[in-house]
Protein backbone atom coordinates (compact mmCIF):
# COMPACT_ATOMS: atom_id res chain seq x y z
CA UNK A 1 0.00 0.00 0.00
CA UNK A 2 2.94 2.35 0.57
CA UNK A 3 4.31 1.58 -2.85
CA UNK A 4 0.89 2.66 -3.96
CA UNK A 5 1.16 6.08 -2.10
CA UNK A 6 4.65 6.52 -3.76
CA UNK A 7 3.85 6.08 -7.37
CA UNK A 8 1.26 8.33 -6.57
CA UNK A 9 2.72 11.28 -5.77
CA UNK A 10 5.82 10.06 -8.24
CA UNK A 11 3.20 10.37 -10.95
CA UNK A 12 1.54 13.82 -9.95
CA UNK A 13 4.68 15.29 -9.57
CA UNK A 14 5.88 14.19 -13.17
CA UNK A 15 2.39 15.29 -14.24
CA UNK A 16 2.57 18.82 -12.49
CA UNK A 17 6.15 18.97 -14.41
CA UNK A 18 4.86 18.38 -17.79
CA UNK A 19 1.61 20.39 -17.56
CA UNK A 20 3.91 23.13 -15.94
CA UNK A 21 6.09 22.95 -19.24
CA UNK A 22 3.09 23.04 -21.60
CA UNK A 23 1.72 26.44 -19.84
CA UNK A 24 4.92 27.81 -19.57
CA UNK A 25 4.48 30.79 -21.35
CA UNK A 26 0.82 32.88 -20.82
CA UNK A 27 0.82 33.74 -24.51
CA UNK A 28 -1.38 31.05 -25.65
CA UNK A 29 -1.98 31.88 -29.33
CA UNK A 30 -5.62 31.66 -30.55
CA UNK A 31 -5.27 29.89 -33.83
CA UNK A 32 -7.99 28.91 -36.13
CA UNK A 33 -7.51 26.70 -39.10
CA UNK A 34 -7.36 29.35 -41.87
CA UNK A 35 -4.91 31.79 -39.82
CA UNK A 36 -2.83 28.27 -39.40
CA UNK A 37 -2.96 27.84 -43.40
CA UNK A 38 -1.67 31.64 -44.15
CA UNK A 39 1.15 31.10 -41.72
CA UNK A 40 1.68 27.87 -43.33
CA UNK A 41 1.83 29.37 -47.15
CA UNK A 42 4.05 32.76 -45.70
CA UNK A 43 6.52 31.13 -43.18
CA UNK A 44 7.60 27.39 -44.10
CA UNK A 45 10.68 27.05 -45.40
CA UNK A 46 10.39 23.69 -46.53
CA UNK A 47 8.14 25.76 -48.86
CA UNK A 48 10.09 28.68 -49.03
CA UNK A 49 13.27 26.05 -50.21
CA UNK A 50 11.06 24.72 -52.72
CA UNK A 51 10.24 28.38 -54.31
CA UNK A 52 14.24 29.15 -54.74
CA UNK A 53 13.96 25.65 -56.36
CA UNK A 54 11.87 26.57 -59.17
CA UNK A 55 14.14 30.28 -59.31
CA UNK A 56 17.23 28.02 -59.96
CA UNK A 57 15.04 26.44 -62.85
CA UNK A 58 14.17 29.55 -64.21
CA UNK A 59 17.67 30.70 -64.24
CA UNK A 60 18.23 27.63 -66.60
CA UNK A 61 16.38 28.69 -68.98
CA UNK A 62 18.30 32.11 -69.35
CA UNK A 63 21.06 30.45 -68.88
CA UNK A 64 20.07 27.72 -72.16
CA UNK A 65 19.67 30.57 -74.28
CA UNK A 66 23.07 32.04 -74.18
CA UNK A 67 25.34 31.80 -76.88
CA UNK A 68 28.61 30.39 -76.70
CA UNK A 69 31.39 33.22 -76.42
CA UNK A 70 33.69 33.90 -79.13
CA UNK A 71 36.56 32.42 -78.82
CA UNK A 72 39.95 34.73 -79.72
CA UNK A 73 43.55 33.37 -80.28
CA UNK A 74 46.48 35.73 -80.00
CA UNK A 75 49.79 34.23 -81.30
CA UNK A 76 53.19 36.20 -80.76
CA UNK A 77 56.47 35.11 -82.48
CA UNK A 78 58.84 34.41 -79.90
CA UNK A 79 62.04 34.85 -81.90
CA UNK A 80 62.81 36.22 -85.21
CA UNK A 81 65.81 34.82 -86.64
CA UNK A 82 66.45 37.07 -89.22
CA UNK A 83 66.17 40.30 -86.98
CA UNK A 84 67.84 38.05 -84.39
CA UNK A 85 64.81 40.16 -81.88
CA UNK A 86 62.96 38.20 -79.16
CA UNK A 87 58.97 39.25 -79.36
CA UNK A 88 59.50 41.39 -82.73
CA UNK A 89 56.33 43.31 -82.73
CA UNK A 90 57.64 45.65 -85.67
CA UNK A 91 56.69 45.57 -89.17
CA UNK A 92 59.08 42.02 -89.90
CA UNK A 93 57.76 40.25 -87.06
CA UNK A 94 55.08 37.64 -86.93
CA UNK A 95 51.66 38.37 -85.13
CA UNK A 96 48.52 36.26 -85.97
CA UNK A 97 44.61 36.92 -84.43
CA UNK A 98 42.72 33.70 -84.76
CA UNK A 99 38.67 34.63 -83.79
CA UNK A 100 36.52 31.76 -83.85
CA UNK A 101 32.27 31.33 -82.88
CA UNK A 102 30.86 28.17 -82.63
CA UNK A 103 27.11 27.12 -83.95
CA UNK A 104 24.93 24.49 -83.24
CA UNK A 105 23.13 23.30 -85.81
CA UNK A 106 19.76 21.03 -86.13
CA UNK A 107 17.83 22.86 -83.55
CA UNK A 108 20.21 21.96 -80.63
CA UNK A 109 19.79 25.12 -78.70
CA UNK A 110 16.33 25.25 -79.08
CA UNK A 111 15.72 21.57 -77.98
CA UNK A 112 17.99 22.93 -74.67
CA UNK A 113 15.75 25.67 -74.40
CA UNK A 114 12.53 23.70 -74.35
CA UNK A 115 13.80 20.81 -72.01
CA UNK A 116 14.77 23.48 -69.42
CA UNK A 117 11.34 24.43 -69.50
CA UNK A 118 9.76 21.59 -68.77
CA UNK A 119 12.26 20.98 -66.08
CA UNK A 120 10.79 24.24 -65.00
CA UNK A 121 7.44 23.22 -65.11
CA UNK A 122 7.92 20.13 -63.02
CA UNK A 123 9.80 22.16 -60.44
CA UNK A 124 6.46 24.19 -59.72
CA UNK A 125 4.79 20.65 -59.80
CA UNK A 126 6.88 19.71 -57.47
CA UNK A 127 6.32 22.75 -54.97
CA UNK A 128 2.72 22.21 -55.13
CA UNK A 129 2.85 18.27 -54.47
CA UNK A 130 4.90 19.58 -51.46
CA UNK A 131 2.14 22.07 -50.52
CA UNK A 132 -0.33 19.08 -50.44
CA UNK A 133 1.69 16.80 -48.84
CA UNK A 134 2.95 19.48 -45.74
CA UNK A 135 -1.16 21.12 -45.72
CA UNK A 136 -2.43 17.29 -45.51
CA UNK A 137 0.59 17.35 -42.19
CA UNK A 138 -0.80 20.56 -40.75
CA UNK A 139 -4.51 20.29 -41.10
CA UNK A 140 -4.63 16.96 -39.72
CA UNK A 141 -1.93 17.64 -36.44
CA UNK A 142 -4.60 20.72 -36.31
CA UNK A 143 -7.62 18.38 -35.74
CA UNK A 144 -5.68 16.04 -33.75
CA UNK A 145 -4.56 18.98 -31.66
CA UNK A 146 -8.27 20.24 -30.97
CA UNK A 147 -9.34 17.30 -30.07
CA UNK A 148 -6.45 16.08 -28.05
CA UNK A 149 -6.83 19.27 -25.84
CA UNK A 150 -10.88 18.27 -25.64
CA UNK A 151 -9.62 15.04 -23.92
CA UNK A 152 -6.98 16.37 -22.10
CA UNK A 153 -10.11 18.75 -20.27
CA UNK A 154 -11.98 15.28 -19.30
CA UNK A 155 -9.21 14.40 -17.46
CA UNK A 156 -8.91 17.55 -15.41
CA UNK A 157 -12.37 17.52 -14.79
CA UNK A 158 -12.99 14.09 -13.36
CA UNK A 159 -8.96 14.76 -11.56
CA UNK A 160 -10.42 17.67 -10.18
CA UNK A 161 -13.22 16.22 -9.22
CA UNK A 162 -11.06 12.93 -7.82
CA UNK A 163 -9.16 15.17 -5.80
CA UNK A 164 -11.94 16.63 -4.21
CA UNK A 165 -13.19 13.87 -2.88
CA UNK A 166 -9.87 12.06 -1.69
CA UNK A 167 -8.53 15.34 0.24
CA UNK A 168 -12.94 14.95 2.35
CA UNK A 169 -11.99 10.60 2.28
CA UNK A 170 -8.63 11.17 3.50
CA UNK A 171 -10.00 13.26 6.39
CA UNK A 172 -12.71 10.82 7.44
CA UNK A 173 -9.96 8.20 7.07
CA UNK A 174 -8.48 9.68 9.99
CA UNK A 175 -11.37 9.89 11.91
CA UNK A 176 -11.55 6.19 11.64
CA UNK A 177 -15.14 6.52 9.68
CA UNK A 178 -13.85 4.89 6.47
CA UNK A 179 -11.68 1.58 5.73
CA UNK A 180 -8.13 2.82 4.38
CA UNK A 181 -8.76 -0.03 1.39
CA UNK A 182 -11.45 2.10 -0.21
CA UNK A 183 -9.19 5.47 0.09
CA UNK A 184 -6.50 3.55 -1.14
CA UNK A 185 -9.03 2.45 -4.50
CA UNK A 186 -9.69 6.12 -4.90
CA UNK A 187 -5.96 7.24 -4.27
CA UNK A 188 -5.49 4.09 -7.31
CA UNK A 189 -7.71 5.64 -9.75
CA UNK A 190 -6.54 9.01 -9.26
CA UNK A 191 -3.06 7.69 -10.02
CA UNK A 192 -4.18 5.98 -13.30
CA UNK A 193 -5.73 9.03 -14.34
CA UNK A 194 -2.43 11.10 -13.82
CA UNK A 195 -0.81 8.59 -15.95
CA UNK A 196 -3.18 8.83 -18.69
CA UNK A 197 -3.26 12.10 -18.65
CA UNK A 198 0.88 12.41 -19.32
CA UNK A 199 0.18 10.36 -22.87
CA UNK A 200 -2.51 12.60 -23.85
CA UNK A 201 -0.12 15.72 -23.17
CA UNK A 202 2.59 14.26 -24.65
CA UNK A 203 0.72 13.83 -27.56
CA UNK A 204 -0.57 16.78 -27.54
CA UNK A 205 2.96 18.61 -27.56
CA UNK A 206 3.65 16.88 -29.92
CA UNK A 207 1.15 17.67 -32.28
CA UNK A 208 1.68 21.53 -31.36
CA UNK A 209 5.14 21.55 -32.02
CA UNK A 210 4.56 20.23 -35.84
CA UNK A 211 2.27 22.87 -36.11
CA UNK A 212 4.38 25.65 -34.59
CA UNK A 213 7.30 24.24 -36.77
CA UNK A 214 4.95 24.18 -39.89
CA UNK A 215 3.38 27.80 -39.23
CA UNK A 216 6.91 28.85 -38.76
CA UNK A 217 6.42 30.59 -34.98
CA UNK A 218 9.87 31.02 -34.14
CA UNK A 219 8.40 32.02 -30.43
CA UNK A 220 6.80 28.51 -30.72
CA UNK A 221 3.98 29.99 -28.08
CA UNK A 222 1.67 27.28 -26.80
CA UNK A 223 -1.52 27.18 -29.31
CA UNK A 224 -5.15 27.22 -28.94
CA UNK A 225 -7.06 25.49 -31.64
CA UNK A 226 -10.26 27.42 -32.64
CA UNK A 227 -12.80 25.15 -34.46
CA UNK A 228 -16.52 24.78 -34.93
CA UNK A 229 -16.62 21.27 -35.26
CA UNK A 230 -20.67 21.06 -35.76
CA UNK A 231 -19.92 22.83 -39.17
CA UNK A 232 -18.52 19.37 -40.60
CA UNK A 233 -21.78 17.74 -39.23
CA UNK A 234 -23.69 18.36 -42.42
CA UNK A 235 -21.26 16.99 -44.80
CA UNK A 236 -22.33 14.13 -46.57
CA UNK A 237 -19.39 11.99 -48.53
CA UNK A 238 -21.87 9.87 -50.21
CA UNK A 239 -23.08 13.34 -52.03
CA UNK A 240 -19.68 12.60 -54.09
CA UNK A 241 -19.03 9.58 -56.73
CA UNK A 242 -16.17 7.92 -57.28
CA UNK A 243 -16.16 9.03 -60.52
CA UNK A 244 -16.03 12.54 -60.06
CA UNK A 245 -13.14 11.98 -57.30
CA UNK A 246 -11.45 10.33 -60.16
CA UNK A 247 -11.44 13.28 -62.19
CA UNK A 248 -10.73 15.52 -60.13
CA UNK A 249 -7.56 13.31 -58.58
CA UNK A 250 -6.43 13.11 -62.03
CA UNK A 251 -6.73 16.93 -62.81
CA UNK A 252 -5.14 18.05 -59.40
CA UNK A 253 -2.55 15.65 -58.40
CA UNK A 254 0.72 17.03 -59.13
CA UNK A 255 2.83 14.09 -58.52
CA UNK A 256 0.37 13.18 -61.60
CA UNK A 257 1.62 15.90 -63.32
CA UNK A 258 5.24 15.33 -62.61
CA UNK A 259 5.09 12.05 -64.64
CA UNK A 260 3.12 12.96 -67.28
CA UNK A 261 5.87 16.39 -67.70
CA UNK A 262 8.59 13.77 -67.19
CA UNK A 263 7.34 11.79 -70.07
CA UNK A 264 7.62 15.58 -71.97
CA UNK A 265 11.25 15.93 -70.53
CA UNK A 266 12.10 12.28 -72.21
CA UNK A 267 10.60 13.15 -75.40
CA UNK A 268 12.38 16.45 -75.78
CA UNK A 269 15.67 14.73 -74.62
CA UNK A 270 15.24 11.76 -77.38
CA UNK A 271 14.85 14.64 -80.16
CA UNK A 272 17.88 16.17 -78.52
CA UNK A 273 20.24 13.48 -78.62
CA UNK A 274 19.03 12.54 -82.57
CA UNK A 275 20.36 16.28 -83.34
CA UNK A 276 23.61 15.38 -81.61
CA UNK A 277 24.03 13.26 -84.43
CA UNK A 278 24.71 16.59 -86.25
CA UNK A 279 27.78 18.09 -86.06
CA UNK A 280 28.06 21.52 -84.53
CA UNK A 281 30.19 24.41 -87.25
CA UNK A 282 32.83 26.13 -85.98
CA UNK A 283 33.23 29.33 -88.17
CA UNK A 284 36.22 31.87 -87.86
CA UNK A 285 38.13 34.85 -89.14
CA UNK A 286 42.28 34.58 -89.25
CA UNK A 287 45.12 37.57 -90.06
CA UNK A 288 48.61 36.44 -90.12
CA UNK A 289 51.11 39.88 -90.52
CA UNK A 290 54.02 37.72 -91.23
CA UNK A 291 53.43 33.81 -91.42
CA UNK A 292 51.24 32.95 -94.78
CA UNK A 293 52.63 32.71 -98.02
CA UNK A 294 51.58 36.34 -98.22
CA UNK A 295 52.26 39.58 -95.95
CA UNK A 296 49.12 40.52 -93.68
CA UNK A 297 47.22 37.17 -94.34
CA UNK A 298 43.21 37.23 -93.83
CA UNK A 299 41.01 34.10 -94.14
CA UNK A 300 37.76 32.36 -93.14
CA UNK A 301 37.36 29.13 -91.93
CA UNK A 302 34.73 26.61 -91.74
CA UNK A 303 35.16 23.29 -89.53
CA UNK A 304 33.12 20.49 -87.94
CA UNK A 305 33.51 17.06 -86.79
CA UNK A 306 32.93 13.77 -89.52
CA UNK A 307 30.74 11.64 -87.43
CA UNK A 308 32.18 8.81 -88.87
CA UNK A 309 32.25 6.13 -85.55
CA UNK A 310 30.40 8.58 -83.26
CA UNK A 311 26.82 9.58 -84.46
CA UNK A 312 25.51 9.10 -80.56
CA UNK A 313 24.25 5.77 -81.14
CA UNK A 314 24.16 5.15 -77.32
CA UNK A 315 22.27 8.67 -76.11
CA UNK A 316 20.05 8.00 -78.57
CA UNK A 317 18.90 4.62 -77.56
CA UNK A 318 19.11 5.01 -73.84
CA UNK A 319 16.81 8.33 -74.61
CA UNK A 320 14.24 5.95 -76.46
CA UNK A 321 14.21 3.86 -73.63
CA UNK A 322 13.75 6.60 -71.33
CA UNK A 323 10.34 7.27 -72.86
CA UNK A 324 9.19 4.09 -72.50
CA UNK A 325 10.10 4.20 -69.02
CA UNK A 326 8.73 7.38 -68.48
CA UNK A 327 5.51 6.39 -69.57
CA UNK A 328 5.32 3.23 -67.78
CA UNK A 329 6.07 5.36 -64.65
CA UNK A 330 3.30 7.58 -65.47
CA UNK A 331 0.49 4.49 -65.96
CA UNK A 332 1.43 3.08 -62.21
CA UNK A 333 1.15 6.73 -60.81
CA UNK A 334 -2.41 7.10 -62.45
CA UNK A 335 -3.28 3.89 -60.71
CA UNK A 336 -2.10 4.63 -57.59
CA UNK A 337 -3.99 7.74 -57.17
CA UNK A 338 -7.61 6.13 -58.60
CA UNK A 339 -6.57 3.54 -55.77
CA UNK A 340 -5.89 6.48 -52.93
CA UNK A 341 -9.09 8.15 -53.98
CA UNK A 342 -10.96 4.51 -54.02
CA UNK A 343 -9.38 3.75 -50.43
CA UNK A 344 -10.08 7.36 -48.77
CA UNK A 345 -13.66 7.35 -49.83
CA UNK A 346 -14.18 3.68 -48.79
CA UNK A 347 -12.76 4.97 -45.13
CA UNK A 348 -14.62 8.37 -45.09
CA UNK A 349 -18.29 6.55 -46.06
CA UNK A 350 -17.57 3.96 -42.86
CA UNK A 351 -16.32 6.50 -40.41
CA UNK A 352 -18.96 9.42 -41.40
CA UNK A 353 -21.81 6.55 -41.05
CA UNK A 354 -20.19 5.19 -37.34
CA UNK A 355 -19.98 9.19 -36.85
CA UNK A 356 -23.26 10.21 -37.16
CA UNK A 357 -24.93 6.79 -35.64
CA UNK A 358 -22.81 7.75 -32.48
CA UNK A 359 -24.31 11.42 -32.52
CA UNK A 360 -27.30 10.42 -30.40
CA UNK A 361 -25.75 8.61 -27.93
CA UNK A 362 -23.54 11.61 -26.87
CA UNK A 363 -26.25 14.53 -25.78
CA UNK A 364 -26.19 16.56 -23.53
CA UNK A 365 -27.99 14.28 -21.32
CA UNK A 366 -24.44 12.13 -20.99
CA UNK A 367 -22.19 14.65 -19.73
CA UNK A 368 -25.12 15.56 -16.55
CA UNK A 369 -24.61 11.94 -15.40
CA UNK A 370 -21.35 12.56 -14.47
CA UNK A 371 -22.18 15.56 -11.86
CA UNK A 372 -24.35 12.81 -10.31
CA UNK A 373 -21.74 10.22 -9.98
CA UNK A 374 -19.78 11.82 -7.50
CA UNK A 375 -22.62 13.28 -5.45
CA UNK A 376 -24.38 9.27 -5.68
CA UNK A 377 -21.39 8.35 -4.08
CA UNK A 378 -20.93 10.40 -1.58
CA UNK A 379 -24.68 9.92 -0.72
CA UNK A 380 -23.60 6.50 -0.33
CA UNK A 381 -26.21 5.19 -2.84
CA UNK A 382 -23.93 3.95 -5.41
CA UNK A 383 -20.87 1.26 -4.43
CA UNK A 384 -17.23 2.14 -4.87
CA UNK A 385 -16.99 -0.38 -7.70
CA UNK A 386 -19.88 1.20 -9.44
CA UNK A 387 -18.29 4.58 -8.57
CA UNK A 388 -15.20 3.62 -10.58
CA UNK A 389 -16.98 2.25 -13.44
CA UNK A 390 -18.75 5.17 -13.94
CA UNK A 391 -15.53 7.47 -14.19
CA UNK A 392 -13.93 5.13 -16.22
CA UNK A 393 -17.02 4.82 -18.54
CA UNK A 394 -17.23 8.58 -18.77
CA UNK A 395 -13.49 9.02 -19.82
CA UNK A 396 -13.81 5.90 -22.08
CA UNK A 397 -16.71 6.73 -23.72
CA UNK A 398 -15.79 10.76 -24.36
CA UNK A 399 -12.22 9.86 -25.28
CA UNK A 400 -13.66 7.72 -27.79
CA UNK A 401 -15.79 10.09 -29.14
CA UNK A 402 -13.25 12.78 -28.97
CA UNK A 403 -11.18 10.15 -31.48
CA UNK A 404 -14.16 9.03 -33.95
CA UNK A 405 -14.86 12.73 -34.31
CA UNK A 406 -10.49 12.94 -35.04
CA UNK A 407 -10.69 9.91 -37.31
CA UNK A 408 -13.67 11.50 -39.18
CA UNK A 409 -12.32 14.50 -40.43
CA UNK A 410 -9.05 12.69 -40.84
CA UNK A 411 -10.49 10.76 -43.22
CA UNK A 412 -11.70 13.74 -45.05
CA UNK A 413 -8.51 15.03 -45.02
CA UNK A 414 -7.73 11.89 -47.06
CA UNK A 415 -9.73 12.39 -49.61
CA UNK A 416 -8.79 15.98 -50.14
CA UNK A 417 -4.85 14.35 -50.14
CA UNK A 418 -5.84 11.49 -52.54
CA UNK A 419 -7.64 14.10 -54.64
CA UNK A 420 -4.54 17.02 -54.68
CA UNK A 421 -7.74 19.38 -53.86
CA UNK A 422 -9.90 20.75 -50.09
CA UNK A 423 -13.15 19.45 -51.67
CA UNK A 424 -13.83 19.21 -48.00
CA UNK A 425 -13.49 22.27 -46.26
Not at 62 to 70: E, G, H, P, S, Y
Not at 72 to 100: C, M, R
Not at 351 to 379: E, P, V
Request: charged share 25%.
Amino acid sequence: MLRIIILLFSVCFIAVKVEAQYKFQNDTVLLSLQDAETSFLKNNFDLLAAKYQIAEADAAIIQAKLWDNLNLNFELGAYNNDTKKWFDISPTGETAVILQQLIYLAGKRDKRINLEKINSQIAKYKFYDLMRSLRYELRTSFFELYFLQKSLSVYDRELTALKSLTNAYAIEYKKGNIPFKELARLQALQFNLENEKIDVLKNLTERQSIIVLFTGDSLARPIKPVLDVSAFDNINPASFSLGQLFDWGLSNRYDLKISEAQIQSEQMNFSLQKAMRIPDLTIGARYDKAGSYVHNYNSLSLGFDLPLWNRNQGNILIAENKIEESKALKNQKELEVKNDINKAFVQLIETDKLYKSSLQKFDSNYDNLFDGITSAYQNHTISLLEFIDYYEMYKNSKSEYYQLQNSRLDAMENLNMATGTIIIK
